[in-house]
T-cell receptor, first 115, second 113 residues
């Protein structure tokens, strides 16, 4: 079974729409970390956020917000008022203490924002 | 700019060639990583170096040989590759191999003919 599942392989929205990217993870560790990365067409992954398993407080950074819910093992990412520059592939990742803290990535969600 | 550079950005090589990919980080980090990203699979961790020592080798074929001469440089030596090795190879670095976020380079797009 995949440890990190991003069920949405591709999402297309029109500019200014809000969009939520889903991430569901699986772990037996009580201590773990979750990450979101953005991969624009240029190729490099850009770090967006890190969240530890003891901090379920939601976070907002500009138009970006993250909803972490341990009860459903989800760490969803919402972009408010999407822009064309948000078009990219977004990856959710899990780091488990008992797995040597190595990152396990989900399959990614390709977001296309149309003008 | 992420502070992690990779060269070359694109590489085409035959199955009998030997080539090397280079990664350099300007962030003062102690850990460096090689990942493979292909169309059919999620990002796959290949190798991890911490303080210039290899700490992870994720069952990678021996035709891929990493080298980390110092904490700022990482190489991936390639020889007798197969067409299925064609992929985007990404380098990353982090402050440590713990739960630190990793910073990625732009990748080398490798095509094996």
């Amino acid at each position: 079974a995949q440890k990190v599942t991003q069920a949405q392989t591709e999402i297309s929205v029109v500019e200014k729409e809000d969009v939520t990217l889903d991430c569901v993870y699986e772990t037996r560790d009580t201590t773990y970390y979750l990450f979101w990365y953005k991969q624009p067409p240029s190729g490099e992954l850009v770090f967006l956020i890190r969240r530890n398993s003891f901090d379920e407080q939601n976070e907002i950074s500009g138009r970006y917000s993250w909803n972490f819910q341990k009860s459903t093992s989800s760490f969803n990412f919402t972009i408010t008022a999407s822009q064309v520059v948000d078009s990219a592939v977004y990856f959710c990742a899990l780091s488990e203490v008992n797995a040597g803290n190595m990152l396990t990535f989900g399959g990614g969600t390709r977001l296309m924002v149309k003008p | 700019e992420t502070g992690v550079t990779q060269t070359p950005r694109h590489l085409v090589m035959g199955m009998t060639n030997k080539k090397s990919l280079k990664c350099e980080q300007h962030l003062g980090h102690n850990a460096m990583y090689w990942y493979k990203q292909s169309a059919k699979k999620p990002l796959e961790l290949m190798f991890v170096y911490s303080l210039e020592e290899r700490v992870e080798n994720n069952s990678v074929p021996s035709r891929f040989s990493p080298e980390c001469p110092n904490s700022s440089h990482l190489f991936l030596h390639l020889h007798t590759l197969q067409p299925e090795d064609s992929a985007l190879y990404l380098c990353a670095s982090s402050s440590g191999t713990g739960t630190w976020e990793q910073y990625f380079g732009p990748g080398t797009r490798l095509t094996v003919t």
